[in-house]
């Protein structure tokens, strides 16, 4: 260190929070996740911390050692979080009341949370859960949330919080529009298992318009029998995860090794670990240790430990068949892939081939259009893309004149395979698994 160096020394409260130094002129001199330590050359800086979407930032003169301790990030959050900027102690006792006075459905042996709030609405508007209904994975309605729920409005702003009993399997949770449109999601319960999903009504829509975004939001797994910790750091680390996968964030290290240190106990944060260090250090030592751990927490017909094995395996893995929908969209996209190579992963005539058709664009979890008695708009839509890839295909060979406005005036004719590579990239764009992909381009040839 020379004399007109000193050591910047950042130590943030949130391990996963990203810290980058700027100098003088705006040039990025460093970067670390949770903590920072480098001499620099004395001068005026720009510390930014980021945590789950929230940007702190602060000017340092540097003529000295200098070291800055950067308190935990108020960031939004569906779950009623301590230490977050949308915490309401009304709605932690609205959401442990609710698990400590469980509605008990038909089954045992598991537990289904949903906790739905608003986050800048007053008391005294339409209930948060309005439009939302829970399906057995037959369709079948199992819970009305707004039917059969009041919300609880002495916070800031109303809260519906149910603990269902279940028996382990898959549920669907249903949004319907009021004009009819409805989307779902996949909700899996596990033995032992308490499965939480907490949503929020998007701010700054109509009452009349507004409904839980189920594309959002945040999901946990807590034992059966274990109180609401809303202070749990674990719980904190999870909406960090959450945020890095879907917003790209690169601090998977700090994650993994947070998980290892939590002794590789908590099923989402594994989940989120997992797909993160595919996306990010495929390689990684701990990963095969991550899937270990997911198969002794969930088993191994869980859809969302299926997809990890899936993406994972090294080996064949012909014998596993999706049957039901995973909740992260991170999952589906490894199951679509693996299916290009092997279609028997997800046949044509299953169930999970069918819903594939009406999955939607969507982060961080798993939606689609729910099922009804008029064709799915999504097939159409589905097609029209595929028509219009392989229009570009057409073109791009010479045809110059090709004009491809419906199935019988195409001019050119739809190949009946694809390569590989362009079978994956076609399958994981449309977002629907190789069976599935394979029947869609024999409509087109009809």
Not at 41 to 66: K, N, P
Not at 152 to 166: F, H, K, N, W, Y
Not at 235 to 244: F, I, K, S, T, Y
Not at 308 to 326: C, H, N, Q, Y
């Amino acid at each position: 260190m020379s004399a007109d160096q000193h050591l910047l020394t950042v130590k943030a409260s949130d391990c996963a929070a990203e810290i980058t130094v700027y100098d003088g002129s705006f040039k990025r001199v460093g970067r670390g996740v949770g903590t920072y330590s480098e001499a620099l050359a004395d001068g005026l800086y720009e510390v930014r911390i980021r945590t789950a979407g929230v940007l702190q930032s602060q000017l340092v003169s540097l003529f000295e050692a200098t070291t800055l301790t950067i308190p935990p990030a108020e960031f939004e959050s569906t779950v009623p979080l301590t230490g977050t900027s949308t915490m309401d102690d009304a709605h932690q006792r609205a959401v442990d009341h609710a698990i400590r006075n469980p509605v008990p459905l038909d089954g045992s042996g598991s537990a289904l949370l949903i906790s739905v709030r608003d986050l800048s609405r007053t008391r005294g508007s339409d209930s948060p859960a309005r439009g939302l209904t829970l399906h057995s994975a037959a369709g079948d309605i199992v819970f009305d949330f707004d039917a059969q729920s009041q919300p609880d409005e002495s916070g800031r702003t109303p809260i519906v919080a149910i603990c269902l009993t279940v028996a382990p399997g898959s549920y669907m949770l249903r949004a319907t529009d009021p004009d009819g449109g409805a989307r779902e999601r996949s909700l899996i319960t596990t033995q032992g298992w308490m499965t939480q999903c907490f949503l929020a009504r998007p701010q700054g829509k109509s009452e009349a318009k507004a409904l839980a975004d189920i594309s959002q939001g945040s999901v946990s797994l807590t034992r059966l029998g274990s109180p609401y910790a809303p202070g749990d750091s674990l719980a904190r680390l999870r909406e960090v995860a959450l945020d890095a996968l879907t917003n790209y964030r690169q601090i998977t290290p700090v994650l993994a090794t947070a998980f290892a240190e939590a002794k590789f106990d908590d099923p989402v944060l594994g989940l989120l670990v997992g797909h993160l260090l595919l996306r990010d250090h495929s390689k990684s030592r701990l990963l095969p240790k991550v899937v270990t751990s997911l198969f002794k927490l969930l088993g191994a017909d869980h859809p969302d430990f299926q997809a990890l094995v899936i993406a994972t395996s090294r080996k064949d893995f012909r014998g596993i068949r999706i049957e039901r929908m995973p909740m992260l969209r991170a999952s589906w996209d490894a199951i679509v892939e693996g299916s290009v190579a092997v279609d028997s992963l997800v046949p044509p005539d299953s169930p999970v081939a069918e819903v594939s058709t009406r999955v939607l664009a969507s982060l961080p979890w798993l939606v689609w259009e729910a099922s009804d008695d008029l064709p799915s708009r999504r097939i159409a839509s589905k097609l029209a893309a595929l028509r219009g890839y392989f229009f570009d295909m057409a073109r791009s060979a010479g045809l110059d004149r090709v004009r491809a406005t419906t199935t019988s005036d195409m001019p050119y004719e739809a190949p009946r395979t694809l390569d590989g590579p362009d079978k994956r990239d076609l399958a994981k764009s449309l977002g629907v698994p190789g069976s599935v992909l394979s029947g869609l381009i024999s409509k087109l040839r009809e």
